[in-house]
């Protein structure tokens, strides 16, 4: 039986190309396996300063002049990650919220897939992709072809999932879907914060905080409109498809974008604001996560990963509705109420990339041991 510490290793992502969540977690895979290869569809190589030196494996896709706009080649990706030869490896990982669970491995071959989610635009959020494309111009034609395509890449990304091994859900709420769309179990391991990131002096502040890239389902669009109305400061951190339309909303002068911030940036808007807004549903969400750890409580939705990690009224408060008026209520509700900077803190440190990389070890450890114990049939 081969040991776990001499396991030859390969971690397959998506792509590598922003520093988002996802990107973050492979981040991390790559320092529990420092001898690992890497393996994506396309690399951006000065996003990922981490990754010099590590032996990074792109596809063909890597060669297009579009190669990071990987969202123009949903049928391309598939193929592509079914093209890595993943022959000599005795332990693959993949992070996967698209194609990169699809890889083809041996027998042998353990394939753990940390799972982030089935893929929304197949499978959970299809008919909201399909109503909100974010392609500007191309929108009229994706619409008149997106049925059949999704239809045909879904059938794929059914027998991709057979593939698997054994599958890691971000969240309660993706284990659910896993086993809705997959028909598989899977075990949860939350994704990490880097708690040390936000461990600046947390300082009251009067200004509340959005996170992310703009697209439509982030859903900036009822709390731009909500503070139109509340006349309470808002700055948006972010850029995405969705920012022009955004700022034509901003009626009030108090609603500041502040555009793409770098990391260092980002993390004193978060230390030096009243509060976090989440009005979108995500899988997991790691915005929520950050702001707690920077001492800072979270107004989110009511829905998807914030349920597992907000603690209401302790951590934050939740408005049910993805309306301007549920929004614009909790505001009001929240400048009411009091919360300590400790137990945000306290409550994010559960969920740091220490404790991240420990169970992501451990597990796949004895995932290898339950893997090198199974019988082998006899072909007769």
């Known amino acids: 039986m081969k040991e776990f510490n001499d396991l030859k290793v390969a971690i397959v992502a998506d792509w590598l190309v922003a520093r988002g969540g996802?990107?973050?977690?492979?981040?991390?895979?790559?320092?529990?396996?420092?001898?690992?290869?890497?393996?994506?569809?396309?690399?951006?190589?000065?996003?990922?300063?981490?990754?010099?030196?590590?032996?990074?494996?792109?596809?063909?896709?890597?060669?297009?002049p579009l190669r990071y706009k990987q969202q123009l080649f949903p049928t391309l990706r598939p193929a592509a990650f079914e093209a890595f030869d993943l022959d000599d490896y005795d332990l693959v990982i993949s992070s996967a919220h698209a194609e990169a669970k699809g890889v083809l491995t041996k027998p042998e071959t353990l394939h753990l897939c940390y799972c982030?989610?089935?893929?929304?635009?197949?499978?959970?959020?299809?008919?909201?992709?399909?109503?909100?494309?974010?392609?500007?111009?191309?929108?009229?034609?994706?619409?008149?072809?997106?049925?059949?395509?999704?239809?045909?890449?879904?059938?794929w990304d059914r027998v991709a999932a057979d593939r698997v091994d054994v599958f890691l859900a971000n969240s309660k709420n993706t284990a659910g879907r896993i086993k809705k769309y997959?028909?598989?179990?899977?075990?949860?391991?939350?994704?990490?914060?880097?708690?040390?990131?936000?461990?600046?002096?947390?300082?009251?502040?009067?200004?509340?905080?959005?996170?992310?890239?703009?697209?439509?389902?982030?859903?900036?669009?009822?709390?731009?409109?909500?503070?139109?109305?509340?006349?309470?400061?808002?700055?948006?951190?972010?850029?995405?498809?969705?920012?022009?339309?955004?700022?034509?909303?901003?009626?009030?002068?108090?609603?500041?974008?502040?555009?793409?911030?770098?990391?260092?940036?980002?993390?004193?808007q978060f230390l030096g604001c009243k509060a976090v807004l989440f009005p979108q549903e995500e899988d997991f969400g790691i915005v929520p996560l950050e702001a707690m750890a920077a001492g800072k409580p979270v107004i989110a939705y009511r829905a998807g990963g914030a349920l597992e990690t907000v603690v209401d009224n302790q951590?934050?408060?939740?408005?049910?509705?993805?309306?301007?008026?549920?929004?614009?209520?909790?505001?009001?509700?929240?400048?009411?109420?009091?919360?300590?900077?400790?137990?945000?803190?306290?409550?994010?440190?559960?969920?740091d990339n220490t404790e991240f990389k420990r169970q992501i070890n451990n597990f796949a450890e004895q995932a290898w041991i339950e893997h090198q114990q199974r019988p082998t049939k006899n072909c007769v």
């Open 182 to 268: 997959y028909e598989r179990e899977s075990s949860v391991i939350y994704p990490p914060v880097d708690y040390q990131r936000f461990q600046g002096e947390s300082v009251p502040g009067d200004y509340y905080l959005i996170v992310g890239r703009q697209i439509e389902y982030k859903r900036t669009n009822i709390a731009v409109e909500a503070f139109n109305q509340l006349d309470l400061p808002l700055r948006v951190i972010g850029e995405g498809p969705e920012l022009p339309r955004l700022k034509q909303l901003a009626k009030s002068f108090k609603i500041e974008f502040l555009g793409r911030l770098s990391d260092d940036q980002t993390t004193q």
């Open 22 to 64: 996802a990107e973050r977690v492979v981040l991390l895979f790559a320092e529990i396996f420092p001898q690992a290869d890497l393996y994506t569809s396309v690399f951006k190589a000065p996003n990922f300063p981490e990754l010099n030196g590590r032996r990074v494996i792109t596809s063909r896709l890597q060669y297009s």
């Open 116 to 155: 982030h989610t089935p893929t929304r635009y197949y499978w959970s959020h299809y008919h909201e992709y399909l109503k909100t494309p974010q392609l500007g111009i191309l929108d009229p034609l994706i619409k008149s072809v997106m049925p059949t395509l999704v239809h045909r890449l879904r059938i």
């Open 315 to 351: 951590t934050g408060i939740f408005f049910d509705y993805q309306t301007v008026v549920s929004l614009a209520e909790a505001v009001r509700r929240f400048e009411r109420m009091s919360f300590s900077s400790t137990v945000c803190r306290e409550r994010a440190k559960q969920f």
